[in-house]
């Protein structure tokens, strides 16, 4: 019986010494998991408090703090082509003074040092408003789609199905070539049979469409130089 008795506080202080490491295991396991999940949750959609100041083009703005951000996925007419000017302004109305939710994907930044963004406003009332995909369902962006950076590449293709098909902005002047094109599946942009770049891309990249309908509905982007 005595024996017992003083055998009895043994166990328990073993427990005691063992739930103090325990704790901190676990306390330690429940912060790493905490900040592990900031991590992921941070890039993809901070309230950054950053407002846009300035309007560059359709697929381009700057922010409060300095920072240039290219919209991922999409890509506006450039100074002296059609609906350069209207692309701007719908960008303009949609963000200007703004304050910018930026989600990103895999790169964060391109070769010029611009922010590579999904880039979401509020509206008046609240409403919460993707900014790349407006500009594309609008018909006053073309989808650009820069592996690893594909994302929302399946959205941006149905949006730009749906401004096709509605002859919206650009897409109301475009005359796809019927004749037979080349896709780069690297760079997702399509070609021309007669153009340079076709026989820069490897035979694996290489993929044929019957027309530029076609390569578009698959998500490939006409080439800048011969315009298919
Ligand atoms: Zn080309």
Known sequence: MKRRSSFKPAP????????????????????????????????????TGLKVVKVVDG???????????RYIGIDTPEQGQPF?????NFNR????????????????????GRMLAYVF????????????AEMVRNGFARIYTRPPNVKYADLLVRLQEEARTNKRGLWSVY????????????????????????WKISPQNRIRFPSAEAALEQGFSPCRECQP
């Open 12 to 47: 328990t202080r073993r427990v005691r010494v063992l739930r103090l490491p325990i704790v901190t295991v676990a306390l330690f396991l429940l912060f790493a998991v905490a900040s592990r999940c900031q991590l992921i949750r941070q890039p993809k959609a901070p309230k």
């Open 59 to 69: 697929d381009t703005v700057i922010l409060s703090n300095g920072q240039t951000v």
């Open 84 to 88: 350069y000017e209207a692309a701007k």
């Open 93 to 112: 109305k949609l963000v200007q003074g703004k304050t910018v939710e930026l989600e990103f994907d895999v790169e964060r930044y391109d070769h010029y």
């Open 121 to 132: 406003v509020r509206d008046k009332s609240g409403r919460r408003i993707f900014v790349n």
């Open 175 to 198: 005359k796809p070539t019927r004749s037979p094109v080349v896709g780069n599946k690297r760079t997702m942009v399509f070609h021309r049979m007669s153009c340079p770049s076709v």
